[in-house]
C-alpha cells in the first residue's frame, strides 16, 4: 500500500536528519567558527574582574535568645537587608574611599553564617571590600544592640524608680530587706526583683556586645586570578551558540527551500514511490551537442551504467504481467524525460530486444533530435492519413532493433488527438509488433496529455530532475496521476550531482537496495 504523499520527511527520520547535516554541515561550521573567534575577541578585550569573598557569623546575644539558643531567621534576614543596603554601601566606600561592589547572600540555610562577596578590577580591593563590609557590619550590629540594650535599660530603670517610690510610700526602705506581710507590698518587692535581675541580664549583654557578637569565620583574602572573563567559558558557549545558531539557519533553509533533496525527501514527498535509478549529472550536455545519448557516445561513463542499470530495474517491474508499452514522462519541462527514455530505448534494444520509441509530446517534441531524424513525417501525419506507417516509423541504422516514431508536425489540437481511439488502436496494435514501447509523454502539470497518454499504457515512469524539482510540484505530479489510476510504477532520479556528499545518500540506496525491499529483487542476481 503506498502512503500519502506528505510536504516532508518527519524530523524523527534519522535519513533526513543525516542528510540535512551533510549538506549544511559547512553552514554549521562556519557558524561556529565565527562565534568562536568572536566571543574569544569579545572575551579577551574585556577588564579583568576579581572577587574575593568573607564568611561571617552572627550569635545571639547573651540571655536574649529564643529557645534553641540561636538567631532566628528573621533576624538574619533583616541582618542581610541591612547589609545589603546604600546605607551601609555608602560607610563602606567611606571607609576605603572609594566606591564598592559586593554581594551580600546567606551561605546556607538554617544557619546565621552570612557571605559577603567583593568585586573589583583589582585583587587588592576585592578582597579589602569583603573585609570591610565584615567590619562594618560588626560595627553596625553592635551600635544596633548597644542602642536597643541602652533603651530596654532606661525603660526599666523608670520602671524600678517607680516600684522604689510606690514603696517609700509604704514606710518601706527599697535598699533594705523587708518584713512587711502585706499583699501589695510583697507585689511590689517582687517586681523590684525582677526588674533589677533583667538589669543584670542587660549588663550581660551589653558586655558581650562590646566584645562584638559578629564573627568573621573566614576573612576575605587577595585573589591570584581573575574570575572574569573566563575565556575557556566564552568559548564554549560561543560554539554552543555558534552550532545552534548554525543549525537553525540549516533547517530554516530546509523548511523555506522547496527543491527536493535526498531520498528520504524524495521518498516521502512521493508516498513511498519507487526509485528505479539515478542518472548522475551529465557536465559535458550542452557543450558538446543540445542531445547526448550517453550509451552510445559514452558507454563506459557512469552516466550510460545508469541506464544500464534502470533497463535491469525495469526488468522485474509487474513480472506476473507482461509490459508492452511504459510511458515515461515527468513534472515538469527540463527534468530530463526525453533524454532518459531515449538512453533507455537504446539501452533496451542493445539486449536484443525490438524497442519502438514514440515521441508523443505534441507541443514540444524533441525525440528525433536525438537520432537526426526528420520530423516532417510522424504519429500525427499517420493518424491523418497522410503517409503510411512504414514512412511514420524510422529504424535506427546504428542500433539494431530500435525503431522511432517521431511526432511528426505539431496539431492545432494536441489533447483531441491524443484522445482520440485512433491512437489507442495504434498502440495496441503496435504492442503486438514490438517487444517494447516508450513513449515520450509531454509534462504532467498544466496538461491533461500525460494524463491522457496514462490511460492507454501498461506502465507509467516518473522522471524528476534533482535540485531541480520542488516538493509542490513533485508531489501535484503524483497526485495527478493517482487520480486517473495510472499505472505508475517508480521513479528516476535524473541530474544527480555527484560531486556532493548528498549524492552518495542516492547511489546508497539506489535501485539495487531500494527496489529490492519493494519488490523481492537482489540487484547481485540481476545481470
Not at 549538506?23 to 562556519?30: D, N, Q
Not at 546556607?108 to 587588592?124: A, D, V
Not at 550531482?497 to 547511489?507: F, H, L, P, Q, V
Request: glycine residues 8%.
Amino acid at each position: 500500500m503506498v502512503t500519502p504523499v506528505q510536504d516532508r520527511p518527519s524530523v524523527f527520520d534519522i535519513r533526513y536528519l543525516v542528510a540535512v547535516f551533510l549538506r549544511g554541515w559547512k553552514i554549521i561550521a562556519l557558524c561556529a567558527v565565527v562565534a568562536v573567534v568572536l566571543g574569544y575577541a569579545w572575551s579577551s578585550r574585556q577588564t579583568p574582574q576579581y572577587q574575593a569573598s568573607a564568611v561571617v557569623s552572627l550569635n545571639p546575644i547573651v540571655a536574649v535568645v529564643n529557645s534553641s539558643g540561636s538567631v532566628s531567621s528573621a533576624e538574619v534576614q533583616t541582618q542581610i537587608q541591612i547589609l545589603a543596603s546604600s546605607a551601609t554601601a555608602e560607610l563602606v566606600t567611606k571607609k576605603l574611599g572609594q566606591p564598592v561592589e559586593a554581594n551580600i547572600a546567606l551561605l546556607s540555610p538554617q544557619t546565621s553564617n552570612i557571605l559577603i562577596t567583593g568585586y573589583s578590577t583589582s585583587p587588592e580591593i576585592a578582597s579589602e571590600t569583603a573585609n570591610a563590609y565584615a567590619e562594618v557590619f560588626g560595627e553596625l550590629v553592635k551600635t544596633s544592640d548597644l542602642e536597643l540594650n541602652a533603651s530596654a535599660r532606661t525603660v526599666l530603670l523608670a520602671r524600678l524608680t517607680d516600684v522604689e517610690g510606690r514603696l517609700r510610700a509604704k514606710g518601706e526602705n527599697p535598699r533594705a530587706a523587708s518584713t512587711s506581710t502585706l499583699p501589695d507590698v510583697q507585689d511590689m518587692r517582687s517586681q523590684q526583683r525582677t526588674y533589677q535581675q533583667q538589669l543584670s541580664s542587660l549588663g550581660d549583654s551589653a558586655r558581650f556586645i562590646e566584645q562584638g557578637r559578629v564573627e568573621v569565620l573566614d576573612p576575605a583574602v587577595t585573589p591570584t586570578s581573575p574570575f572574569a572573563p573566563n575565556n575557556r567559558r566564552t568559548v564554549l558557549l560561543s560554539l554552543l551558540m555558534g552550532v545552534l545558531l548554525g543549525v537553525g539557519i540549516v533547517f530554516g533553509r530546509e523548511h523555506f527551500n522547496d527543491v527536493v533533496k535526498g531520498v528520504a525527501e524524495f521518498e516521502a514527498t512521493t508516498g513511498g514511490l519507487p526509485i528505479l535509478g539515478f542518472v548522475p549529472l551529465d557536465r559535458d550536455w550542452g557543450l558538446v551537442s543540445e542531445t547526448h545519448l550517453a550509451v552510445l557516445e559514452a558507454p563506459t561513463s557512469g552516466i550510460a551504467e545508469s541506464y544500464r542499470g534502470l533497463r535491469t530495474a525495469l526488468q522485474y517491474i509487474r513480472v506476473d504481467t507482461p509490459v508492452h508499452v511504459m510511458q515515461v514522462t515527468s513534472p515538469l519541462p527540463q527534468d530530463g524525460k526525453t533524454t532518459t527514455v531515449a538512453n533507455l530505448a537504446v539501452a533496451l534494444a542493445l539486449t536484443g530486444r525490438s524497442v519502438l520509441l514514440i515521441d508523443l509530446d505534441l507541443r514540444r517534441p524533441r525525440l528525433h533530435t536525438f537520432f537526426g531524424l526528420s520530423n516532417d513525417t510522424g504519429f500525427t501525419t499517420y493518424l491523418a492519413d497522410l503517409g503510411t506507417r512504414e514512412q511514420a516509423i524510422v529504424a535506427i541504422d546504428r542500433v539494431e532493433g530500435l525503431c522511432v516514431l517521431p511526432s511528426g508536425p505539431i496539431p492545432s489540437d494536441p489533447s483531441e488527438l491524443l484522445e482520440s481511439g485512433k491512437t489507442r488502436e495504434l498502440l495496441t496494435e503496435l504492442g503486438t509488433q514490438f517487444d517494447l514501447i516508450l513513449v515520450d509523454s509531454p509534462p504532467i502539470l498544466g496538461l491533461s496529455d500525460a494524463l491522457v497518454i496514462s490511460t492507454m499504457v501498461d506502465t507509467s515512469v516518473l522522471v524528476a530532475r534533482s535540485g531541480m524539482v520542488t516538493k509542490r510540484d513533485l508531489r501535484a505530479a503524483v497526485e495527478q496521476m493517482r487520480k486517473v489510476n495510472a499505472p505508475l510504477v517508480g521513479a528516476v532520479v535524473n541530474s544527480v550531482d555527484t560531486s556532493k556528499r548528498d549524492a552518495y545518500s542516492y547511489y546508497g540506496y539506489g535501485y539495487g537496495t531500494y527496489y529490492g525491499k519493494a519488490y523481492g529483487y537482489n540487484r547481485s542476481n540481476s545481470e
